[in-house]
């Protein structure tokens, strides 16, 4: 399982996601950054910056 929380790079954000798949949890990241925080342009830095904060989680049993 695999998860990421928005405010470990957008300060204040509670918003987070949880994915079995990786590409799930960035699709649904580079969604929410559109959405949510206005960003037009998903430059390749966004998706480093992204990837390098989704962490592997336990599943819940």
């Given at each position: 399982m695999k998860e990421f929380h928005c405010g470990s790079l957008v300060p204040g954000c509670d918003w987070h996601t949880r994915h079995q798949d990786e590409a799930e949890v960035m699709r649904?990241?580079?969604?929410?950054?559109?959405?949510?925080?206005?960003?037009?342009?998903?430059?390749?830095?966004?998706v480093e910056a992204i990837r390098s904060r989704v962490e592997k989680v336990r599943d819940a049993a």
């Open positions: 649904r990241a580079v969604e929410h950054m559109r959405e949510t925080h206005g960003e037009t342009t998903i430059r390749e830095t966004m």
